[in-house]
């Protein structure tokens, strides 16, 4: 019945003609398959907003995408959540906790702790790509959207590693975005924001809080269950409901993000992620993309160690 079924599917798409039509199943649902690859290939934009603007499409999944420039890539478009529209960007993904500032450790220093590079491999203000969408919870991911699409805001999810993306959605331990179009104030995405506001040692410093804090709007979760996901022990340093770009702690050394919070204290490394690639003290528990999330295995206090699940989840950054 199914091969029945498939054929007529073939006849009706022009696949084949009723004279040839004696190709395997498997043939059959591969050709259906690049029938629906080539129809998807039509619907292209600059970002998953001007694709759902244009084509009113309504299904999340892989789309293609064009640069300014010309350049064809594939990302995960949001298309569902509060409107839709969020194109896959980046995801950070912490290969090797235990690693600190070596390969895999894109998002701060491939290259161990330096002061002679103090932006690390400087990732967040520069135009180098990598990974691809689909595996963007299993190796670290930024496409050229990041730096080439302008947009107002952004949204985050935190999904377990090596999840499929099908999934990400219902599996995410936290997902969020904001709505006060803050971008419009750093050039339309992160990559100009990191530009103006570098994460780099030494830039700035920490007097009882610092950053860029944005207000945000639950997707999943709430402050409460924010709270919980990071240690007991500095949750007096910080408040739910923000995500916070490009803070400082009390040594001077940057992180790039803190998600679903604002610091209030001066001890970032244990609640932010991403970094540069100089860390005064503490070398081998501060540097790395996931800085000190991991600090008890270091010896630290037990209170200072951020969920397991936070630590074991990728960081999904969306733009629309």
Same mark, same amino acid.
């Given at each position: 019945m199914l091969r029945e079924t498939v054929l007529l599917s073939c006849l009706? /798409?022009? /696949?084949?003609a009723a004279a040839d039509c004696n190709t395997t199943t498997h043939d059959l649902h591969k050709n259906l398959n690049l029938?629906?690859?080539h129809a998807k290939m039509r619907i292209i934009g600059q970002s998953c907003k001007e694709i759902k603007d244009t084509y009113n499409v309504d299904e999340d999944g892989i789309y293609y995408l064009i640069t300014e420039s010309g350049v064809v890539y594939q990302t995960f478009c949001d298309m569902t959540t509060a409107g839709g529209g969020w194109t896959l960007v980046a995801s950070v993904?912490?290969?090797d906790i235990l690693g600190k500032c070596t390969r895999g450790d894109r998002w701060s220093s491939q290259n161990g702790d330096d002061p002679s590079k103090p932006e690390g491999d400087k990732t967040w203000a520069n135009r180098v790509i990598f990974g691809t969408a689909e595996g963007a919870t299993d190796d670290d991911y930024k496409n050229p959207g990041y730096y080439d699409i302008k947009a107002?805001?952004?949204s $985050?999810?935190?999904v377990p590693n090596n999840e499929e993306p099908g999934l990400w959605s219902n599996s995410s331990i936290l997902r969020y975005h904001t709505d006060t179009h803050f971008l419009d104030k750093y050039g339309g995405n992160l990559y100009h924001l990191f530009k103006l506001h570098p994460v780099k040692y030494g830039m700035g410093e920490c007097k009882g809080g610092s950053g860029i804090p944005i207000p945000v709007i639950y997707d999943e979760g709430d402050k409460e269950s924010t709270s919980e996901l990071y240690g007991s022990a500095v949750r007096d340093e910080f408040e739910p409901g923000f995500v916070t770009f490009r803070v400082f702690n009390s040594d001077k050394a940057p992180m790039a993000i803190?998600?679903?919070i604002k610091p209030t204290g001066c001890q970032p490394q244990y609640y932010? $992620?991403?970094g540069g690639g100089y860390y005064p003290t503490g070398t081998l528990v501060l540097c790395g993309d996931f800085n000190a999330f991991d600090w008890t295995i270091f010896g630290g206090a037990g209170q200072h160690k951020a969920?397991?699940?936070m630590i074991d989840a990728s960081m999904l950054l969306f733009y629309r």
């Amino acid at each position: 019945m199914l091969r029945e079924t498939v054929l007529l599917s073939c006849l009706a /798409l022009g /696949l084949c003609a009723a004279a040839d039509c004696n190709t395997t199943t498997h043939d059959l649902h591969k050709n259906l398959n690049l029938k629906r690859h080539h129809a998807k290939m039509r619907i292209i934009g600059q970002s998953c907003k001007e694709i759902k603007d244009t084509y009113n499409v309504d299904e999340d999944g892989i789309y293609y995408l064009i640069t300014e420039s010309g350049v064809v890539y594939q990302t995960f478009c949001d298309m569902t959540t509060a409107g839709g529209g969020w194109t896959l960007v980046a995801s950070v993904h912490e290969n090797d906790i235990l690693g600190k500032c070596t390969r895999g450790d894109r998002w701060s220093s491939q290259n161990g702790d330096d002061p002679s590079k103090p932006e690390g491999d400087k990732t967040w203000a520069n135009r180098v790509i990598f990974g691809t969408a689909e595996g963007a919870t299993d190796d670290d991911y930024k496409n050229p959207g990041y730096y080439d699409i302008k947009a107002k805001d952004v949204s $985050i999810w935190h999904v377990p590693n090596n999840e499929e993306p099908g999934l990400w959605s219902n599996s995410s331990i936290l997902r969020y975005h904001t709505d006060t179009h803050f971008l419009d104030k750093y050039g339309g995405n992160l990559y100009h924001l990191f530009k103006l506001h570098p994460v780099k040692y030494g830039m700035g410093e920490c007097k009882g809080g610092s950053g860029i804090p944005i207000p945000v709007i639950y997707d999943e979760g709430d402050k409460e269950s924010t709270s919980e996901l990071y240690g007991s022990a500095v949750r007096d340093e910080f408040e739910p409901g923000f995500v916070t770009f490009r803070v400082f702690n009390s040594d001077k050394a940057p992180m790039a993000i803190c998600s679903g919070i604002k610091p209030t204290g001066c001890q970032p490394q244990y609640y932010c $992620i991403g970094g540069g690639g100089y860390y005064p003290t503490g070398t081998l528990v501060l540097c790395g993309d996931f800085n000190a999330f991991d600090w008890t295995i270091f010896g630290g206090a037990g209170q200072h160690k951020a969920a397991q699940k936070m630590i074991d989840a990728s960081m999904l950054l969306f733009y629309r």
